[in-house]
């Protein structure tokens, strides 16, 4: 088991990133973090004793739900694939500086998340009682608290 466990939720603009230390059993830290800081982040942790996951959207079945009209949908799409291509280069870089990166498919939230895609008032909740972080977030570093949850 590593001593790191490292969280990504992949975002064009800024990332949402969570480090949980197994040894002290605390947090690192938890916020969202642009493309070209994130391995200044990860600098104090040993490659050799951390592991890095990254949720891969692109690991899902292609959907074509996207709803709304022609442009609305044409925007989602969009923006959906800068975030793959995001989190394909981030994981590239990472395993590049010598950190074991295992891409993941994203994990279902069920009632923690709305339709919209944003965290329900109850995943808040659980967030925040199930990692003790009770600072401001937005929602990308809230998938990436709850990868670690899942992964440590």
Same mark, same amino acid.
């Given at each position: 088991? /590593?001593?790191?466990?490292?969280?990504?939720?992949?975002?064009?603009?800024?990332? !949402?990133?969570?480090?949980?230390?197994?040894? =002290? *059993?605390? %947090? =690192? $830290? +938890?916020? @969202?973090?642009? #493309?070209?800081?994130?391995?200044?982040?990860?600098?104090?942790?040993?490659?050799?004793?951390?592991?890095?996951?990254?949720?891969? !959207? %692109?690991?899902?079945?292609?959907? &074509?739900?996207?709803?709304?009209?022609?442009? =609305?949908? *044409?925007?989602?799409?969009?923006?959906?694939?800068? &975030?793959? +291509?995001?989190?394909?280069?981030?994981?590239?870089? #990472?395993?590049?500086?010598?950190?074991?990166?295992?891409?993941? /498919?994203?994990?279902?939230?069920?009632?923690?998340?709305?339709?919209? !895609? /944003?965290? @329900?008032?109850?995943?808040?909740?659980? #967030?925040? &009682? *199930? @990692?003790?972080?009770?600072?401001?977030?937005?929602?990308?570093?809230?998938? +990436?608290?709850? /990868?670690?949850?899942? $992964?440590?």
């Amino acid at each position: 088991m /590593s001593t790191h466990i490292v969280a990504i939720d992949p975002d064009l603009n800024a990332s !949402g990133v969570a480090a949980w230390n197994n040894k =002290t *059993q605390k %947090w =690192t $830290f +938890a916020k @969202s973090v642009s #493309i070209e800081n994130l391995l200044t982040e990860l600098k104090d942790l040993d490659p050799a004793e951390t592991t890095v996951f990254i949720e891969a !959207g %692109w690991k899902i079945k292609k959907s &074509n739900l996207r709803g709304g009209n022609y442009r =609305t949908a *044409q925007a989602k799409a969009r923006n959906v694939g800068e &975030n793959h +291509a995001t989190g394909i280069l981030i994981a590239k870089i #990472i395993r590049g500086a010598g950190y074991n990166v295992v891409e993941f /498919s994203p994990l279902r939230k069920g009632i923690f998340k709305k339709l919209s !895609g /944003s965290w @329900s008032d109850l995943g808040r909740s659980y #967030i925040e &009682n *199930q @990692s003790g972080l009770t600072h401001r977030m937005n929602d990308d570093v809230r998938d +990436a608290i709850y /990868s670690v949850l899942h $992964f440590r």
